[in-house]
Every structure is written in structure tokens, then in C-alpha cells.
């Protein structure tokens, strides 16, 4: 398969040189999965055709393969790719933004171009083939039900199986003739490359955390500096993540609400915005300025973050509202029992968009905050009730 060039599908285009100083030499391996077509390219079906709208406008040309089709993708984000991306940070089709999974092509690659591993979630999508500006290669996208590479990893749908399945799935052997696979170093916690090399020949490269350091990377032999390797979730990083935060916790606001509408119309409590601005406020705490402020916050625990800010605002509340006294004892109780303890709850929420944790982290903060969270704000509720019926 030696110097092998494959023909675009669309008869009368110039076809680009595939020669690529970052193709691999002679002798050297790389696979990767086809692509899933559509169900009019090849009789192969995706089983999940029926179920999600791909994103698929960035499909320009196909190229011919002796694997089959392969399509090529456009490595220019457009307006409407922006859009669909804050689209998403809004939490507005989050879960239906993706791409077919299998084998792409940028530029015209050959059977001796690098392959590089991305999730099917549109975003990391989009990140890679823009990096690959100018490039030739291959793309290969995982089944990662929608999901970023980080996340994907930890939960494993970014992980060996998956690799391995789409490279038996395609009989990429015949496409490329080396045996070498790029993955974003995110991937690193669910891919088991040993694993992946002994069932299938195939070595894998981790390369930088950041798509756009792609070009730095294989220029520097296809080896991280210490820089593309680090991750530093910095202030914008967070802020950006916000949105998402946001529109999740929006739900609690409107249930709370909700219930002082019935209460008022029952005749139990009158509904005033001096009841609903603090719950407002410390929702706002909990998943926006809690975020934003993370590495400037005491503690470690994402939860005690959220609580010390939850508390903070309490105590706000309580100096605003002139209920610091002993006649409205069961009103400042319940304020310093209730908001801080909400706070921390959707604080600790964000503990999954968050490069500052681990699972198993995770999961022990979780056993400790969760309790004393569901405690504190119970015992919240109980006292202000109570205190509202026996004037207390």
C-alpha cells in the first residue's frame, strides 16, 4: 500500500498532494475505525441513527478508500458551529450536540498520515479539526455518547473497549500502514494503551491537553512539554463553564417559587420579594460566584466553598432584612441554616466540570457533605416553619 494515493469522491476536483511533513516513514503503523455513514453511503446502519440529529454540516468531500468511503471535514468553524456551541454552554440541546462516530479525514491524507483520537461530543469535534488547519490526517471520533473526552474517560465511554471495538469495527488495516494512534492526554484515565497494543498492535501516543497545541506537539517530535501537559482551569476556564451551572440551578429557583405562590393563595404566608431574593441569592452563590471565585475560597471541599459563601450571604440577609434579633429568632435560624447549606450543594455540583478533583474524591466529599447539606437545610425548613406558626 506504499505510496497510495486515495481519490477524492467528486470527479473533477484538483486532488491536493497527500505528501505531509507529519506523515509517519515506511515501516511505521497507525489505525483507526471508519466512519459510521449515513444509511444511504453503505448498507452499515448506526443504531442510534433513529434516536440523535448529527451534526454533520461540516462534511465537504469524501474520499475513496479501500475500506470505503471516508468523509472529509471542513477545518473552518463557522457562524452556525458558534452559535450551536453557546447554544450548548446554555444548556440548550446539550445532550443531542454531537457527531457520527468513526473515521474522518482532513485534508487528503494517506496511508501514511497521523491519526488523532477525539470524543463524538460536537465541541471537542470542532477544537481538533480547526487545529488540523492545513494539516493531513485522519480523525478518529469514539462513541462517547456525546460526552467531552475528560468526562468521557471517567466514565469509561472514552476508554479501551471502545478503542478497540472501533478499530475491529472498520478494518482500518487496509486504510493506513502504520500502527500508531494520537489521543488527547484527557483520555489517559480511561484507555488502557498496554491493553490496547496487545489485542491490537496498535501504539498509543498521548498528546497534549489542549487540541490547539497539536501543531507544537508534532513539531516537537510528538512530545509534551511540560506547558501542554498542564492543566490550569483558570478564571475564564471557570466562567465559561457557568452558564451551564446556571440553567440547572434555575429549577430550584422557579420550584421555590412555585410553593410560596400556593402558600400565598392558601392564606398561610404573604408572597414578598424579601422572601424570594434570598433564595435567589443564594442559588446565584452556590453556582455562580462559588465557581468563579474557586481557588480564592477557604477549604478544599467544594462544598465547604459553597457553604463558607453560603454563609457569607446569610449573613447578608439577615444584617438586610434587620432580623438580628431575639423576637425573629426562628427567621435568622432558619436564613443561617437553609441558604448556606443550598449553597453548598450546588457548589459541590460543580465538582464535574472541575479538573480540581477525582472520583474517588468526589465520591468521599459526597459520603461527608451530603448529609450535613440535607440536615442543615431540613432542619432549616422545620425551624422557620415552626417559627412562623407559633410567632417565635
Same mark, same amino acid.
Given at each position: 500500500? &506504499? $505510496?497510495?494515493?486515495?481519490?477524492?469522491?467528486?470527479?473533477?476536483?484538483?486532488?491536493?498532494?497527500?505528501?505531509?511533513?507529519?506523515?509517519?516513514?515506511?515501516?511505521?503503523?497507525?489505525?483507526?475505525?471508519?466512519?459510521?455513514?449515513?444509511?444511504?453511503?453503505?448498507?452499515?446502519?448506526?443504531?442510534?441513527?433513529? #434516536?440523535?440529529?448529527?451534526?454533520?454540516?461540516?462534511?465537504?468531500?469524501?474520499?475513496?478508500?479501500?475500506?470505503?468511503?471516508? /468523509?472529509?471535514?471542513?477545518?473552518? @468553524?463557522?457562524?452556525?458551529?458558534? +452559535?450551536?456551541?453557546?447554544?450548548? %454552554?446554555?444548556? +440548550?440541546?446539550?445532550?443531542?450536540?454531537?457527531? %457520527?462516530?468513526?473515521?474522518?479525514?482532513?485534508?487528503? /491524507?494517506?496511508?501514511?498520515?497521523?491519526?488523532?483520537?477525539?470524543?463524538?461530543?460536537?465541541?471537542?469535534?470542532?477544537?481538533?479539526?480547526? &487545529?488540523? &488547519?492545513?494539516?493531513?490526517?485522519?480523525?478518529?471520533? *469514539?462513541?462517547?455518547?456525546?460526552?467531552?473526552?475528560?468526562?468521557?474517560?471517567?466514565?469509561?465511554?472514552?476508554?479501551?473497549?471502545?478503542?478497540?471495538?472501533? @478499530?475491529?469495527?472498520?478494518?482500518?488495516?487496509? #486504510?493506513?500502514?502504520?500502527?500508531?494512534?494520537?489521543? /488527547?492526554?484527557?483520555?489517559?484515565?480511561?484507555?488502557?494503551?498496554?491493553?490496547?497494543?496487545?489485542?491490537?498492535?496498535?501504539?498509543?501516543?498521548?498528546?497534549?491537553?489542549?487540541?490547539?497545541? @497539536?501543531?507544537?506537539?508534532?513539531?516537537?517530535?510528538?512530545?509534551?512539554?511540560?506547558?501542554?501537559?498542564?492543566?490550569?482551569?483558570?478564571?475564564?476556564?471557570?466562567?465559561?463553564? !457557568?452558564?451551564?451551572? *446556571?440553567?440547572?440551578?434555575?429549577?430550584?429557583?422557579? +420550584?421555590?417559587?412555585? !410553593?410560596?405562590?400556593?402558600?400565598?393563595? $392558601?392564606?398561610?404566608?404573604?408572597? %414578598?420579594?424579601?422572601?424570594?431574593?434570598?433564595?435567589?441569592?443564594?442559588?446565584?452563590?452556590?453556582?455562580?460566584?462559588?465557581?468563579? *471565585?474557586?481557588?480564592?475560597?477557604?477549604?478544599?471541599?467544594?462544598?465547604?466553598?459553597?457553604?463558607?459563601?453560603?454563609?457569607?450571604?446569610?449573613?447578608?440577609?439577615?444584617? =438586610?432584612?434587620?432580623?438580628?434579633?431575639?423576637?425573629?429568632?426562628?427567621?435568622?435560624?432558619?436564613?443561617?441554616?437553609? *441558604?448556606?447549606?443550598?449553597?453548598?450543594?450546588?457548589?459541590?455540583?460543580?465538582?464535574?466540570?472541575?479538573?480540581?478533583? &477525582?472520583?474517588?474524591?468526589?465520591? =468521599?466529599?459526597? =459520603?461527608?457533605?451530603?448529609?450535613?447539606?440535607?440536615?442543615?437545610?431540613?432542619?432549616?425548613?422545620?425551624?422557620?416553619?415552626?417559627?412562623?406558626?407559633?410567632?417565635?
Amino acid at each position: 500500500m &506504499s $505510496g497510495e494515493n486515495y481519490n477524492t469522491c467528486c470527479s473533477g476536483d484538483k486532488q491536493e498532494s497527500t505528501k505531509d511533513k507529519y506523515s509517519m516513514g515506511e515501516g511505521q503503523f497507525v489505525t483507526f475505525p471508519l466512519y459510521t455513514p449515513y444509511k444511504e453511503d453503505t448498507p452499515v446502519k448506526d443504531e442510534k441513527e433513529e #434516536i440523535f440529529n448529527y451534526y454533520q454540516d461540516f462534511i465537504i468531500d469524501f474520499l475513496e478508500t479501500p475500506s470505503g468511503k471516508v /468523509p472529509v471535514v471542513d477545518t473552518e @468553524i463557522h457562524f452556525e458551529d458558534k +452559535i450551536g456551541s453557546w447554544k450548548v %454552554r446554555w444548556g +440548550i440541546g446539550r445532550f443531542n450536540y454531537r457527531v %457520527r462516530p468513526g473515521l474522518y479525514a482532513v485534508g487528503r /491524507p494517506n496511508e501514511n498520515s497521523l491519526i488523532y483520537v477525539t470524543a463524538n461530543y460536537k465541541m471537542s469535534f470542532d477544537r481538533l479539526r480547526k &487545529s488540523l &488547519s492545513g494539516l493531513n490526517g485522519w480523525i478518529m471520533v *469514539l462513541d462517547t455518547d456525546g460526552i467531552n473526552v475528560w468526562c468521557a474517560a471517567g466514565k469509561g465511554t472514552f476508554g479501551t473497549d471502545e478503542l478497540i471495538r472501533r @478499530i475491529e469495527l472498520t478494518g482500518i488495516k487496509k #486504510i493506513v500502514s502504520h500502527r500508531l494512534l494520537i489521543l /488527547p492526554q484527557l483520555s489517559a484515565p480511561g484507555v488502557s494503551a498496554h491493553e490496547v497494543f496487545v489485542k491490537t498492535g496498535f501504539k498509543v501516543i498521548y498528546g497534549p491537553v489542549k487540541a490547539e497545541d @497539536i501543531k507544537r506537539f508534532l513539531d516537537n517530535g510528538m512530545k509534551a512539554t511540560e506547558d501542554m501537559r498542564t492543566v490550569n482551569f483558570d478564571f475564564l476556564d471557570r466562567v465559561v463553564l !457557568i452558564p451551564m451551572e *446556571l440553567v440547572q440551578s434555575i429549577k430550584y429557583i422557579l +420550584i421555590f417559587i412555585i !410553593i410560596m405562590l400556593i402558600l400565598h393563595l $392558601g392564606d398561610v404566608i404573604k408572597f %414578598r420579594f424579601s422572601y424570594i431574593y434570598p433564595f435567589i441569592g443564594a442559588v446565584t452563590t452556590g453556582s455562580v460566584i462559588t465557581p468563579a *471565585l474557586l481557588p480564592w475560597i477557604p477549604g478544599k471541599a467544594f462544598s465547604f466553598k459553597g457553604w463558607v459563601m453560603g454563609l457569607l450571604w446569610a449573613i447578608f440577609v439577615i444584617y =438586610k432584612q434587620g432580623i438580628f434579633d431575639m423576637e425573629k429568632l426562628s427567621v435568622t435560624l432558619a436564613v443561617i441554616l437553609f *441558604l448556606p447549606a443550598l449553597s453548598s450543594f450546588l457548589a459541590f455540583n460543580f465538582t464535574g466540570a472541575s479538573t480540581y478533583t &477525582s472520583l474517588s474524591g468526589v465520591k =468521599k466529599e459526597m =459520603k461527608i457533605a451530603v448529609p450535613l447539606m440535607i440536615t442543615s437545610a431540613l432542619t432549616g425548613m422545620v425551624v422557620g416553619i415552626t417559627g412562623h406558626f407559633l410567632k417565635f
